[in-house]
């Protein structure tokens, strides 16, 4: 069956580092690959999207690339800031499959100090 | 707020009790779906909805678990005679053909 894996936290950074956090998927079909962020004590936003291979998503200063060839979809920015001290999750699924689900990795927790 | 909302956002009940938790989606989405998520871990599917009919249900929905949509509107979800592992978040998603899902804010359970 789907499945993600994500890359293990608690991811610590200080503001203005630069973030990876990867993502790689096994799925059957050709899913469509999202990133959420889930603050404390609420629900998943949808932070990026990317529905085939090599498109790129992109949503405030985060960016990931679908990439087919292996299987992944990292997430990246440039500087992060203190207020993107959340857990963020990969899926896959969610609009081209006939049912719509989305299968989640079990998430990355990052920290951003000052 | 025309976002996905969910009721009560906290629900604290004891070992047998029955729980039963809304879900009212965004108007115009056409799909409706219930996610249970632990600590630490990521979302998982427990079933779906397309306008009232329940096409698809996870294994983790064990017999205690059931759900409707009645009207093709707002969803319930009911938990009868509930045990601790039952305690998580409950998330609640909606879409329109061919777009991405939208989530609510989830209903924590505790069950002591």
């Known amino acids: 069956g789907d499945s993600v894996t994500q890359m293990e936290g608690p991811v610590t950074l200080s503001e203005e580092a630069f973030l990876t956090i990867n993502c790689t998927y096994t799925a059957t079909g050709y899913p469509s690959l999202f990133w959420y962020v889930q603050y404390p004590g609420e629900g998943l936003q949808l932070l990026l999207k990317a529905t085939k291979a090599d498109d790129k998503g992109s949503n405030k200063g985060f960016e990931a690339t679908y990439r087919k060839e292996t299987t992944s979809f990292h997430l990246e920015k440039g500087s992060v800031q203190v207020s993107d001290s959340a857990v963020y999750f990969c899926?896959?699924?969610?609009?081209?499959?006939?049912?719509?689900?989305?299968?989640f990795g079990d998430g990355t927790t990052l920290t951003v100090k000052p | 707020d025309t976002g996905v909302s969910q009721d009560p956002r906290h629900k604290i009940t004891k070992r047998g009790q029955n729980v039963t938790f809304r879900c009212d989606p965004i108007s115009e989405h056409n799909r409706l779906y219930w996610y249970r998520q632990t600590l630490g871990q990521g979302p998982e599917f427990l079933t779906y909805f397309q306008n009232e009919a329940q096409l698809e249900k996870s294994r983790l929905l064990s017999d205690r678990f059931s759900a409707e949509r009645p009207k093709g509107s707002f969803s319930t979800l009911e938990i009868q005679r509930t045990e601790q592992g039952d305690s998580a978040m409950y998330l609640c998603?909606?879409?329109?053909?061919?777009?991405?899902?939208?989530f609510g804010p989830g209903t924590r359970l505790t069950v002591t």
């Open positions: 899926a896959l699924g969610g609009i081209n499959t006939n049912a719509g689900k989305s299968t």
């Open positions: 998603a909606s879409r329109s053909e061919g777009y991405e899902q939208y």
